[in-house]
């Protein structure tokens, strides 16, 4: 059986409006730092730590910023985003060739089940896996490493599919195959560069190129 992990934030949800009011008030509220969005879209994906320390240095709030960031992004912009046109008709092709669907992202499995709660996901995704609050699983690699040690899958008959280079990388990184999508945050050099094993231009797209990457006929 195939089972394909999806990246939530710029593969399955366009949420880059959220986010990015969320972390122009845990900047402006931690330091005189105003990043303009265009900015802060181009690092969406790379993880919430990073971004920070991004703009705060080795010396700023960071811990501080973490919480700020947190408290808007559940206050006001934890839905603020919207699901890309073609993902219903996706997850309806690959749950009729009874494919197991999951979520992998470095966002807190706290409020990615909400999301996925709140924008009608639930039907199709076996489970959501996400990083703890305490920074547990919030790097890609490890985040897969632990799914993989829950469900027993072999590597080899799962995929990852995301927009950005951490998500081909965590994929490499635990054998798994991938799937780099472009509707997301990330550039199509990015994920060229990464070596992404295949590209898709449009969720629509994507059950026939994960069948045909793994040698399978798509019912």
């Keep these: 059986m195939l089972n394909i ?10 949420s880059q409006s959220g ?5 122009q008030h ?57 699901v890309y ?19 992998a992202t470095t966002k807190p499995h706290v409020y990615a089940n909400q999301i996925v709660e709140h924008f009608g996901l639930t039907d199709a995704i076996t489970h959501v896996f996400g990083a703890e609050l305490d920074g547990t699983n919030s790097d890609t690699t490890s985040l897969l490493q632990y799914a993989l040690d829950e469900t027993g899958f072999d590597p080899s008959k799962c995929i990852m599919v995301g927009d950005r280079q951490v998500d081909i990388f965590g994929a490499k990184n635990n054998d798994i195959n991938n799937i780099g999508i ?36 798509l019912e």
Excluded: C
């Excluded at 986010?19 to 972390?23: G, R, T, V």
């Excluded at 945050?185 to 969720?203: F, K, N, Q, V």
């Excluded at 069948?211 to 399978?216: A, I, K, P, T, V």
């Design 85 to 103: 046109d073609g993902v219903f008709q996706m997850f309806d092709t690959l749950m009729t060739s009874e494919v197991g669907l999951f979520i």
């Design 26 to 82: 845990a900047l402006t509220e931690t330091s005189d730092i105003e990043p303009n969005s265009e900015e802060l879209r181009g690092m969406i994906g790379s993880g919430l730590p990073h971004i920070l320390s991004n703009f705060l240095g080795p010396y700023g709030e960071v811990s501080k910023a973490i919480n700020s960031y947190r408290d808007f992004y559940q206050e006001e912009a934890m839905f603020d985003a919207e």
């Design 19 to 23: 986010i990015i009011q969320s972390l």
């Design 5 to 14: 992990f999806f990246d939530l934030d710029g593969t399955l949800l366009d």
């Design 182 to 217: 472009l509707w997301g945050y990330g550039e199509a050099d990015e994920l060229r560069t990464s070596e992404a094993d295949m590209l898709a231009g449009h969720p629509e797209e994507l059950a026939e190129i994960a069948f045909d990457m793994m040698g399978l006929n």
